[in-house]
């Protein structure tokens, strides 16, 4: 399985952005895929995941309220939508996947994409 993420960019603060990731290969619906960022100078962390089914999803606290993930099955995507985006969100935001139940463990993840830049400008 491959993941490719996109819809990366440069915003102001109080914009909008949606990530998408795009998975190829054969997956399963016991599987389990999330967003990861990492900041400059900081630890990778977690920051929402959602099963295949759709049917369960998780958010850092971090995010709650201004991010959504949700799920395309026709599409084998999954999406990140940000808004209200703050310099703070400023990272790389990478996408993982792993099989089992929804986890913001990081290293249970197995299969990575390569990495989306998020710049927001205060």
């Known amino acids: 399985v491959q993941l490719v993420e996109s819809g990366g960019g440069l915003v102001q603060a109080g914009a909008s952005l949606r990530l998408s990731c795009a998975a190829s290969?054969?997956?399963?619906?016991?599987?389990?895929l999330a967003w990861f960022r990492q900041a400059p100078g900081k630890e990778r962390e977690f920051v929402a995941t959602?099963?295949?089914?759709?049917?369960?999803?998780r958010l850092a606290d971090s995010v709650k309220g201004r991010f959504t993930i949700s799920l395309d099955n026709a599409k084998n995507t999954v999406y990140l939508q940000m808004d209200s985006l703050q310099p703070e969100d400023t990272a790389v935001y990478y996408c993982a996947l792993r099989p089992g139940g929804v986890s913001e463990s990081i290293t249970l993840y197995s299969t990575w994409g390569q990495g989306t830049q998020v710049t927001v400008s205060s």
């Open positions: 959602i099963s295949l089914t759709g049917g369960t999803t």
């Open positions: 290969g054969r997956t399963f619906s016991w599987y389990n």
